[in-house]
């Protein structure tokens, strides 16, 4: 069985998103369109997981040797309102916030942080997704580029994103809201931990 065809602009709802089958389903509800996620390449997906190993240590309650504090999830889709559910990268959620796991399809909680990952189309993380990110409030945003191997961090405030850093591979840097731990920013993209970047010929 294959997904049935997104609905036109601006009519699709959630019901719709979710007709289309699990094992199928790489997609997002848009500002009412249905649109599916970039391809995920191997820089991507490698990220993803190096980022998601950065911060485990956030991943308890709070209290004991590492920070905790968090909960977090990877590809899940997030309710923000009848047209638009979005399936980010890497989410989480303060603990003093929610204080039980976040659960069901969609999660209906809104995040406390998000990380999104450039892909095949970089727009929606760069421009549509992140206004309603803004417009919802979500205290934490991350974008991490694979092409360029550069990560920026954002902070929400009233008329906008504020731009914390952009960082790039070779640079260690202390990101809100994980700032208790440095971050190597070249392991995002295949450098080994405390490994001297590699140079170029």
């Known amino acids: 069985m294959t997904a049935r065809a997104p609905k036109a602009a601006g009519v699709a709802t959630l019901k719709d998103l979710l007709a289309i089958p699990e094992t199928e389903r ?75 796991r976040p659960r069901g399809i969609p999660i209906m909680v809104r995040p406390d942080w998000i990380c999104e990952i450039l892909s095949t189309n970089k727009r929606n993380a760069l421009i549509l997704k992140k206004r309603v990110y803004h417009r919802y409030q979500v205290p934490h945003y991350w974008i991490i580029d694979p092409e360029r191997e550069t990560l920026m961090v954002y902070r929400w405030a009233k008329d906008g994103y504020v731009e914390l850093l952009v960082a790039e591979r070779g640079e260690e840097v202390r990101a809100e809201p994980f700032d208790a731990i440095p971050l190597q920013v070249g392991v995002l993209f295949g450098d080994d931990e405390d490994e001297e970047p590699a140079q170029e010929s």
């Open 26 to 100: 790489r997609h997002e509800l848009i500002e009412g369109s249905i649109v599916e996620k970039g391809a995920a390449t191997g820089e991507h997906g490698a990220a993803q997981r190096k980022l998601s190993a950065h911060i485990d240590p956030y991943d308890q309650r709070p209290g004991g040797r590492r920070p905790g504090g968090w909960w977090f999830a990877t590809e899940v889709d997030v309710y923000f309102d009848p047209a638009n559910t979005f399936r980010p990268d890497v989410v989480g959620w303060r603990r003093d916030h929610v204080p039980e």
